[in-house]
């Protein structure tokens, strides 16, 4: 129904940047809340941040002050910028979005297939 496609991954040194962007494409009505998860093999999916339709942010305390969540409303996108990176900031980075369709009464959760994220030391 809603497609996420994620962008922007690759191999970066520590201490340096990278900008990942998520598209949402279908049949949508409108967008609520956008956000990236990262996930290593054998741990479970983590929140990174999130941002509402109305530009309201949340991150998690290690990411804070160092990446920053945008949003285009008018092209359903979600960015994340991120900058110092650090190898434990070495993931797999999901694109999740709360996603109304013009035939559906509520909003519904999708997740993209993701984009990996590996900083070398």
């Known amino acids: 129904q809603v497609r996420l496609v994620e962008s922007g991954g690759g191999l970066v040194q520590a201490g340096g940047s990278l900008r990942l962007s998520c598209a949402a494409s279908?049949?949508?009505?409108?967008?609520?809340?956008m956000g990236w998860y990262r996930q290593t093999p054998g741990n479970q999916r983590e929140l990174v941040a999130t941002?509402?339709?109305?530009?309201?942010?949340n991150y998690a305390d290690s990411v804070k002050d160092r990446f920053t969540i945008s949003r285009d409303n008018g092209k359903n996108t979600v960015s994340l910028q991120m900058n110092r990176l650090k190898s434990e900031d070495t993931a797999r980075y999901y694109c999740?979005?709360?996603?109304?369709?013009?035939?559906?009464?509520?909003?519904?959760?999708?997740w993209g297939q993701g984009t990996q994220v590996t900083v070398s030391s």
């Open positions: 999740k979005a709360q996603v109304r369709m013009f035939w559906n009464n509520d909003y519904s959760w999708y």
């Open positions: 941002i509402t339709s109305g530009g309201s942010t």
């Open positions: 279908g049949t949508i009505f409108s967008v609520n809340v």
